[in-house]
């Protein structure tokens, strides 16, 4: 057993950053896990995990990665948010990621949001001239953002359980 080692690890690796990505819109969380759980039963030769309980991880990814598409998009076009807001987070959150790069990890991530919010505030103030509805389409869009995350992370969380009781219990 010691040969399969390696792919043990890097299964475990990408299962922790797949939780990592649950929350950090960067990295694809689920979809991560997914891949971890399959790197994790090649090196078990399929023993303890299978392609009936990889099927069924793969569907969970694939709701988690829907989930989180259809409710931010979902509450944002319901609550009048125009699609250049929604651009403009993406941008915003992409320049704030960057400049703030400088600063390890929390930098980051904290110039990402700041950024997100920024360029969604921006461009709905520059759509509708209005900072209340603007600083409403910020708000909203981030309620939308924060119930999609723990959609995602419960998902995942769910996928780790289901990995755990096949690798240590099952």
Not at 145 to 155: D, N, Q, R
Request: hydrophobic share 55%.
């Amino acid at each position: 057993m010691n040969e399969l080692q390696p792919l043990y690890l890097l299964g475990y690796t990408l299962m922790i950053l797949g939780l990592i990505g649950a929350v950090v819109p960067i990295l694809p969380g689920p979809g991560l896990i997914w891949l971890g759980a399959l790197v994790w039963a090649w090196g078990d030769n399929f023993q303890r995990v299978n392609g009936v309980e990889l099927a069924i991880l793969g569907v969970l990814a694939l709701a988690a990665w829907g989930g989180d598409l259809w409710v931010t998009t979902t509450i944002s076009r319901k609550a009048g948010i125009s699609w250049k807001a929604i651009g403009g987070s993406m941008v915003g959150g992409i320049a704030g990621g960057l400049f703030l790069s400088q600063l390890p990890v929390i930098g980051t991530l904290f110039g990402a949001l700041v950024g997100s919010l920024l360029g969604m505030w921006a461009l709905e103030f520059y759509d509708k001239r209005s900072a209340p509805l603007a600083t409403k389409a910020v708000m909203v869009y981030s309620t939308g953002v924060f119930l999609s995350t723990l959609f995602e992370v419960t998902l995942a969380l769910t996928m780790i359980g289901l990995l755990a009781w096949n690798i240590f219990w099952g």
